[in-house]
Structure formats: structure tokens, C-alpha cells
């Protein structure tokens, strides 16, 4: 993840997935073809066998099919037996992975060397305080801080004031190491010498703060805290004025958090036993007793609760969704009696199945993003996303007005409110494009419009991939939007599009050591151009020499390709490599993908990648079936598509083997979670397709964990992958759901295989299970090189979090790579 990401957005919210194939779909291979079918994988240098865990029967007997399922015991993670077999299996891994360890020190080295010394966030106003984020030199997590700016000016001699240190005393409001090291553990990393190998160490724990609001009156921090890595967060509200914790507001199970203007009252939503958010409380600070307060409770399993304010901080909107659906009603908040700041939930619209509602509140007027027409007379088509609006005193009688409505090849993803305009995400022919518009906007109630006709101003971005990610814009009266734009080829930008004088302006790159100082500034052409536009330049851009940013595009390629799946699909396909390492069909190559939720693959700059590219790796992206773009690309890939995103992945591997991008015997796949069960099935239908394989807290007994409805996020799931309590459903999932699908007598690939003890998505037992499964089946040769890592301390589902941390853990990953396509020599 690139570094101004890791400090400017909070984690990304990866959910489970889930593939597989088997039941006599998938030809078994005799034992008797292992001599001459077995590809000879690396082993650990000790010779030593994989640990075998006990077998326990278990028969499984659903829709009138019956099997056996010996690792059920897995998971129960009391079980005294799974830590013991979880650490062994760790000692094993460390067995196998000992002669790499001299290239791990090397990774660890190259990766950090590539890290500023200084990372930081340029300041962001919010009202007379100027917020902003650093990460201290040689720790691993960020400090919150803010100073306090009274003189209101330009945004330039802010920044000028900033580079300058002219700004008045910095308040630390939160400190995430301060928080690590009192949880904390010691860490060790390397940096390498000329000569010598220096360990660096320091005390540090895991820490995920989930969610932080600052007070409108800013007096106030409300933030949740995770030191575990199972997910269940902890609200804490820290006073700013005394810098003292309110202990008695220490509330267990938070997930989301919205003050009311009074700067007292705070809405907050709960979990039940599952991790579903279900019911709304509020709470009133400096009140005597401090009682919570139940607002609303949703009863549904299928329904998650989410509460937001509205950007002008007038409203909060309490919204009920399930994965295709939400309910969405308005909490009014008064400004004058901060004790009674209810005035009671007021439904917006009823809940319809496969609709969503995303409120907005601009002067009196309610705007909603949906992907169904307000209006009774037009005729919903269920793809893409309409902006409707309302007045406040209509909005009883639901007289919404349609204005923008999605064409053949755009609609409109997300929108942001500004005082004077409106900011809109646009997926435009796959391609995301930001624009804003001027408000208020002069509609005829009677007639809808195209985004063309409201006279936007569409942002100037990259020609080149790219992802664009919203900074905080937390002032509504701002006229500047930021946001940071990245892509594999570019450190991440941090840019501020001043929607009033329509101008951009670089306000800070990240900085890659050895790299940015000679990079070439972008060119006046893709200065001027977005996506494939032409703007003027005296009205449009402002391009001086100190504004424009820098890629990496002359030492690294970056291509959009398009593979053709089984069915004549074609599937976009992200490639980068270097310009001088890469060889054409002699390198190797590592496929990534995810496929589920309607998750964007995320593409943006990672400057630990470098490490492969610069050895001659082929890095690629497959935008499968069922993750992103627009939500006809997500259906065709979920429930009983799902197969889908598999072939979609096998065609992208295919394709990069035919088109002499990668060795046909070097070519390595990765997956995150739900990516993880497309790698599995990939790898279950066609063994061997890769030679290496990482599947990092993988999604791959999928049958069996949703017919468990007490599992977290099970139920919600359903409406991504079916419900197995319903036959047709279940044999759609049996089909291709990795762990009931390994290919018994195969010879499968090197994989590494990771799990977390406190993962709450994914359950450690689902990679224990496979690895267990796989090397008990499958060729005995070719196991030996599949092991499993699981952390049995502190972090979670996304790792163990800080700066350093993610780097020992990448260059674990890409180490194990190396050695599985025998180029440790290449090292030596």
C-alpha cells in the first residue's frame, strides 16, 4: 500500500470470498503418473516432512449428498490440538523458508531504503484548525495532529506557511504508536549495510483504529480501537481540551460513529455476536448520567446499520442495507437544545430488494444516489445509478425529482456536497473520471439531464491507470477537493481541484528514495488531457513546471490489455514491468486478482513492488468478473456466476503465458481473502496453470462455512454467493468451492499459505483445512512445498498493520516466490 494512502485512508474493508470445484467435475490423476508428471518443487533445506494432523471423523449430510470431512475439528479453535499443529506447521514454514533468509534481509532493505524519511500529510482546513497526519521517523503508525490557523487565506500561503513551520502550536490528538507500544511486542527489522546487517527493534503492537471523528466544535475525538486483530473495536472519546480518555463512554463492539451539531450528542452504531451492525445508540457528553440511548434497532440478520452525518453536519442519516438493499430514514438534530437532540427517525423510502438510497443535504434540498427512479411513472432497469433530489418540506410525500440518470456508457459511482458545488465519481466505459458541478443547480423539475448539460468540470488526471481516493474534505464550505491520485507507474499525489477557479494544484507527491528525484515532470500533453479529453489550457489546468507530477513511466511499463474469457467476455488486464529487466518470454510473472463484493482490484502504487520489477517480474491485475466497475460486471461474476470470475482468471493467466509477457513455467498467482478462493479454484480446475501460488487469509472452505449461519458475515454473504440451504444454491457452490474440489493425485503448485488466529472474516481453520487436505490427496512430492503461516499473535485479517511490519511481510511473500520459480542463485 503506498504511504500517503496508509496514513490519509483508514483500511480497506476486505470481505470474504469464496470458490471451488469438485465432485467429479474435475478428473482425478493416478499416483502412478508422479514419477513422470511431478514438477520437482524447492524443499526447506533440513529435508524435513510437513507436519500431519490428526484425522477426527466427521460425515456432512446435506440436500441428500454425504461425505466425510475428516479436519472438521479445525475449527474449534479451542481445540488444545489446533495451536499445537498451527505452530508446528509454523516451524515448518520457517524450516522451508530458512535459506531464503538472507534474501528477506535483502527485500526488507530495498523496501525500506525506498521509504522518506519524512511521511507526512500536507494540512487539511477544518474550520480555524488545520488537520493533519505524520509518521515519525523509524516508527511504525501515524500521529493525528492539528494546529490552529485563524488567519483565513488561500490555500497557497497555507501551504507555504506549512513548508515554513509558520503555523501556531501542534496538538497531538492521537498517537498510534503510543497506543502500539503499550499493547506492544518487540519488533525486529533489518537494514542493510555495505558490510553488515543492522537489526533495528522496537516495542511495538497491533493497532487498527477503525473509525475517527472529530467533534464539529472540535473539542471532541471519537475514535474505535482494535489492539487484537479479531475486529471488535472499542469506542473511545478523547476530551482535546484536557487530553483525558472519557472512561465511562469505553463501549465494546462499535463499528460507526456521527456526532449531532451540538458537539455533545454522539451516535454510534452496535454489533451482535456475529459483527453485524444492528442497532443505533447515542450518547449526550457532560450530561450527569450519560445514558445510552437506543435510537434504532434493525431485527433482519441480512441487514447491516450504518449512520453518517451529512457533509453541511445538519442531518444524520441512518441507513439499513443489506448487500443489494438499504432503507435509509433522516435523523433530525437540533442545534438549541443539546439535551433533547431527537426529533424522531423520518423514513425516506421504503425498502425494495436490489435498490440502495445514499443520502445528501444541500440548503433545504435532499439529494440521493440510487439505482432505482424516484419517479412512480419511469420504469426501473436496475443498472447504474440515478441523482434525484427533494425539498425538505416534499420530503413526506416523496416527490423526488430525477436529474442526472445513467447513459449507455457512464453512471454516476459516489457524490460528494459543497456549499457551492457538487462533487460525482463517473464510471465512464470502465473508466473512473471525477467532475464537479456548480450549485445550486437551475433544473426544470420536469425534465432529467446528461452530466454534459450542467456545464461540469470534468478533473484533469493521468492518461495512464489510476486510482483517485477522497482526502478527508471535511469543510463544507471548502471550494477546493482533494483527493490522492496514484497509479502502478506513479507515487501517490495528493492534488486540489479548485472547483471555483477550475484549477489544479499538486500540493504534495510522495516521495521514493532513489527514484523521484529523477523523474521527469508529466508533459504539457498529459498535463492538459483527461482520460482522452482535450481542455484548454488557459481555462482549465494550470501546468507551471512546480504543479505537475512525476511518474515512473519511463523505467516501467504499465499497459491495459484485455484477455478473452470462456465465453468471449473480455476481461481488462493490467500489466507493469520494467523496461530493461523484463524479457520477453523468458520472465516471470504474478497474477493477481479478487473478483467478489464488486471490490475494485486495488492497482495503486506500492513502492515494495519495485523489488520484483526490477528483477524482471511481470506484475498483472485481472479485473475478473464480479468485482468492480458497474454492478452488471459484479453480477456476472456472484451467486450462480461465480464461476465466471474463475475462467475470467485462468484466461488472464493464458493469456499472459500466449503473448510471451511471462515464462509458461514462471508464472505465479496471488490472492487476498475472497481472492483467495479464486486462486483456489483456479487451482483446482488447472493445476498447472502456476507454478507458485500465496493465498493470504483465503476464502476456501466455502460450503461449509456458509451453511454455518452463527459464523460472522455468513448471512450477509448469502446474497453474494447463495445460500447453500437451498439445493439449487448449494450445488452451484459445491461446484466450485475450493477446499470440497482439490484434485485428488495432482501435482499442485508451491503455495504459501496464510492465516491469522484472530482473523474474524476468514477463519484460521479454512487455510489449516486446505493445506491439511492438499498435502493428504495430492502428489506427496509437490505438497512438501505448500506451507501454512499463521500468526498466533496479535493482528487480524489485514495483517499486522504498521509501515515496517508490511514490508518484512512482503518481502516474506515475494522471497517465498523466488525461491518456489528456482531463482535463489540469481540472489547468491
Not at 247 to 254: A, E, R, S, T, Y
Request: one cysteine or more.
Amino acid at each position: 500500500m503506498a504511504l500517503l494512502s496508509f496514513i490519509l485512508n483508514p483500511k480497506s474493508s476486505l470481505q470474504r470470498s469464496s470458490l471451488s470445484l469438485s465432485f467429479g467435475l474435475i478428473p482425478s490423476i493416478s499416483s502412478s503418473l508422479f514419477s513422470t508428471l511431478c514438477r520437482g518443487h524447492p524443499s526447506s533445506q533440513s529435508q524435513a516432512s510437513p507436519p500431519v494432523p490428526k484425522k477426527v471423523p466427521f460425515t456432512v449430510s446435506v440436500h441428500g449428498r454425504t461425505w466425510q470431512d475428516p479436519y472438521r475439528w479445525m475449527s474449534n479453535t479451542n481445540d488444545p490440538d489446533l495451536a499445537d499443529h498451527l505452530n508446528q506447521e509454523n516451524s515448518y514454514a520457517d524450516a522451508f523458508m530458512a535459506d531464503t533468509h538472507h534474501l528477506q534481509q535483502t527485500l526488507v532493505s530495498e523496501m525500506t531504503s525506498r521509504m522518506p524519511t519524512k511521511i507526512s500529510t500536507p494540512p487539511e482546513r477544518w474550520g480555524p484548525w488545520l488537520y493533519y497526519q505524520y509518521i515519525p521517523e523509524g516508527k511504525e503508525y501515524p500521529v493525528l495532529c492539528r494546529k490552529l490557523e485563524i488567519e483565513q487565506t488561500g490555500w497557497i500561503k497555507t501551504f507555504l506557511r506549512y513548508a515554513r513551520g509558520g503555523f501556531g502550536k501542534e496538538e497531538i490528538l492521537l498517537d498510534w504508536n503510543e497506543i502500539a507500544e503499550k499493547y506492544g511486542k518487540l519488533l525486529s527489522f533489518f537494514l542493510m549495510g555495505q558490510n553488515d546487517v543492522i537489526i533495528l527493534g522496537s516495542c511495538v503492537g497491533y493497532v487498527h483504529v477503525g473509525t475517527c471523528r472529530i467533534s464539529p466544535d472540535h473539542h471532541f475525538l471519537a475514535y474505535t480501537l482494535d489492539i487484537e486483530g479479531d475486529e471488535q473495536f472499542v469506542l473511545q472519546i478523547k476530551d482535546l481540551r484536557s487530553g483525558c480518555t472519557i472512561p465511562k463512554l469505553q463501549i465494546n463492539g462499535v463499528v460507526s460513529l456521527a456526532w449531532a451539531q451540538d458537539g455533545r450528542t454522539l451516535f454510534y452504531t452496535l454489533s451482535d455476536e456475529n459483527q453485524r451492525p444492528y442497532r443505533v445508540l447515542c450518547s449526550q457528553l457532560e450530561s450527569d448520567d450519560m445514558e445510552n440511548i437506543t435510537v434504532f434497532t434493525e431485527s433482519d440478520s441480512s441487514f447491516c446499520v450504518d449512520i453518517t452525518s451529512t457533509k453541511d453536519g445538519k442531518f444524520i442519516t441512518v441507513n439499513s442495507n443489506s448487500r443489494t438493499s438499504s432503507e435509509e430514514g433522516i435523523l433530525l438534530v437540533y442545534l438549541i437544545d443539546s439535551a433533547k437532540p431527537l426529533h424522531g427517525l423520518q423514513k425516506v423510502w421504503k425498502r425494495v430488494s436490489g435498490v440502495q438510497y445514499f443520502l445528501e443535504h444541500h440548503h433545504g434540498i435532499f439529494y440521493v444516489l440510487t439505482n432505482a427512479p424516484m419517479s412512480e411513472i419511469m420504469e426501473w432497469s436496475g443498472e447504474g445509478y440515478y441523482l434525484a433530489r427533494c425539498c425538505l418540506e416534499d420530503l413526506l410525500l416523496c416527490n423526488w425529482q430525477n436529474i442526472i440518470l445513467p447513459s449507455e456508457d457512464s453512471s454516476v459511482q459516489d457524490m460528494d456536497m459543497f456549499d457551492g458545488h457538487l462533487v460525482l465519481f463517473v464510471n465512464k466505459k470502465s473508466l473512473s473520471i471525477v467532475c464537479s458541478i456548480d450549485l445550486p443547480m437551475a433544473i426544470d423539475r420536469k425534465h432529467q439531464v446528461k452530466i454534459e448539460d450542467l456545464n461540469p468540470w470534468f478533473f484533469p488526471l493521468p492518461l495512464y491507470s489510476c486510482s483517485v481516493a477522497p482526502g478527508s474534505n471535511h469543510d463544507f464550505k471548502n471550494s477546493a477537493y482533494r483527493v490522492v491520485v496514484s497509479s502502478p507507474v506513479m507515487p501517490d499525489v495528493v492534488v486540489d481541484y479548485d472547483m471555483s477557479t477550475r484549477r489544479f494544484s499538486v500540493v504534495q507527491q510522495e516521495e521514493v528514495r532513489g527514484f523521484c528525484d529523477t523523474c521527469p515532470p508529466a508533459s504539457e500533453q498529459d498535463m492538459n488531457q483527461t482520460l482522452g479529453k482535450q481542455y484548454e489550457k488557459d481555462e482549465n489546468v494550470h501546468t507551471s513546471e512546480s504543479q505537475r507530477w512525476k511518474d515512473l513511466s519511463a523505467e516501467y511499463c504499465c499497459e491495459r490489455r484485455e484477455a478473452i474469457s470462456h465465453d468471449g467476455v473480455r476481461v481488462p488486464l493490467t500489466l507493469l514491468y520494467s523496461k530493461t529487466a523484463w524479457k520477453k518470454g523468458r520472465s516471470p510473472g504474478l497474477l493477481q486478482g479478487y473478483g467478489a463484493y464488486g471490490e475494485v482490484l486495488d492497482k495503486s502504487w506500492c513502492s515494495d513492488r519495485l523489488s520484483l520489477l526490477d528483477r524482471g517480474w511481470v506484475v498483472a491485475f485481472a479485473d475478473v468478473r464480479g468485482s468492480g466497475g458497474d454492478s452488471s460486471w459484479h453480477k456476472a461474476g456472484s451467486r450462480f456466476n461465480k464461476l465466471n470470475s474463475i475462467y475470467d482468471f485462468v484466461s488472464c493467466g493464458n493469456y499472459l503465458i500466449k503473448e510471451g509477457y511471462v515464462h509458461r513455467d514462471q508464472l505465479g498467482a496471488i490472492g487476498h481473502s475472497a481472492g483467495g478462493l479464486l486462486v483456489g479454484a483456479t487451482i483446482n480446475m488447472y493445476p498447472d496453470l502456476f507454478s507458485a501460488a500465496i493465498l493470504k487469509v483465503p476464502f476456501l472452505d466455502v460450503c461449509n462455512t456458509l451453511m454455518d449461519p452463527s459464523l460472522p458475515l455468513t448471512i450477509l454473504d448469502y446474497e453474494e454467493f447463495g445460500n447453500p440451504q437451498i439445493q439449487s444454491q448449494f450445488e452451484h457452490i459445491l461446484s466450485y468451492s475450493p477446499y470440497d474440489n482439490i484434485c485428488q493425485g495432482s501435482c499442485y503448485p508451491s503455495m504459501l499459505v496464510t492465516a491469522s488466529f484472530h482473523d474474524s472474516r476468514v477463519g484460521l481453520w479454512e487455510a489449516a483445512k486446505w493445506v491439511a487436505k492438499v498435502r493428504d490427496v495430492t502428489c506427496p512430492h509437490c505438497s512438501s512445498s505448500v506451507i501454512l503461516k499463521t500468526n498466533m499473535g496479535a493482528g487480524g485479517h489485514f495483517g499486522e498493520g504498521g509501515r515496517y511490519a508490511q514490508s518484512e511481510e512482503t518481502a516474506y511473500d515475494y522471497a517465498f516466490l523466488l525461491k518456489a520459480m528456482g531463482m535463489l542463485k540469481n540472489e547468491e
